[in-house]
């Protein structure tokens, strides 16, 4: 079946430093990609996705491209702030149901 | 953007009592939503998939007469943990797509529940 992996947790960074969360998948089709993060106590937010092969997510200066050669959908953020520690979690979707999530990655960010 | 809310927040419960979590689309209709349960430090599990004027489809290992879903219109999806024990302690999460937005979940905040 389908499954995500991401880097291990957890990562801590000092403000302004550049970050880069690792995730690839496995999947019978061409299933759209995710990062969600979740903020302590509270639940998912979208953070940005891919629909297909070579598209750029962005929102608030995290990016990710989705690379169908390598399975991979790499979170990068050149300067991060203590504001976006949070669990990160890349996903996957085929035909927008089934949800199937990485195990999540911890980010700290010290100021 | 699409809002997902659920209710309660939080709850704490004795142990072999019953527990109903609301989870409702705000603005939008949502004829699929699902179900998640979420352990300290780890992953979203998918539980079941609930399905609009029809039964929900549980994942392999979900007890369906422990966890009963129904989905009564469409903004609004029930789950109800039946004879609750401590190990069904837990973040409870749910999930609706929105049509028009391609294949994009909206999450609703979570429940906890403790049970005691």
């Known amino acids: 079946g389908d499954s995500v992996t991401q880097m291990e947790g957890p990562v801590t960074l000092s403000e302004e430093a550049f970050l880069t969360i690792n995730c690839t998948y496995t999947?019978?089709?061409?299933?759209?990609l995710f990062w969600y993060v979740q903020y302590p106590g509270e639940g998912l937010q979208l953070l940005l996705k891919?629909?297909?092969?070579?598209d750029k997510g962005s929102n608030k200066g995290f990016e990710a491209t989705y690379r169908k050669e390598t399975t991979s959908f790499h979170l990068e953020k050149g300067s991060v702030q203590v504001s976006d520690s949070a669990v990160y979690f890349c996903?996957?979707?085929?035909?927008?149901?089934?949800?199937?999530f990485g195990p999540g990655t911890r980010l700290s960010v010290l100021p | 953007g699409a809002v997902v809310s659920q209710h309660p927040s939080w709850v704490i419960c004795k142990s072999g009592t019953s527990v109903k979590i609301e989870c409702r689309s705000l603005?939008?209709?949502?004829?699929?939503m699902f179900w998640y349960r979420q352990f300290p430090k780890q992953s979203l599990m998918l539980m079941a998939t609930?399905?609009?004027?029809?039964?929900?489809?549980?994942e392999q290992g979900v007890e369906k007469d422990k966890f009963l879903i129904n989905h009564a219109s469409l903004t609004l999806s029930t789950l109800t943990v039946t004879s609750a024990h401590p190990e069904d302690s837990s973040f409870y999460i749910c999930?609706?797509?929105?049509?028009?937005?391609?294949?994009?979940?909206?999450f609703g905040p979570g429940t906890r529940l403790t049970v005691l």
């Open positions: 996903a996957l979707s085929e035909h927008g149901q089934n949800f199937v």
């Open positions: 891919a629909t297909k092969a070579d």
């Open positions: 603005d939008f209709q949502a004829t699929t």
């Open positions: 999930s609706a797509p929105t049509s028009g937005s391609g294949d994009t979940q909206y």
């Open positions: 609930s399905n609009e004027g029809s039964k929900a489809t549980y």
């Open positions: 999947a019978t089709g061409y299933p759209s």
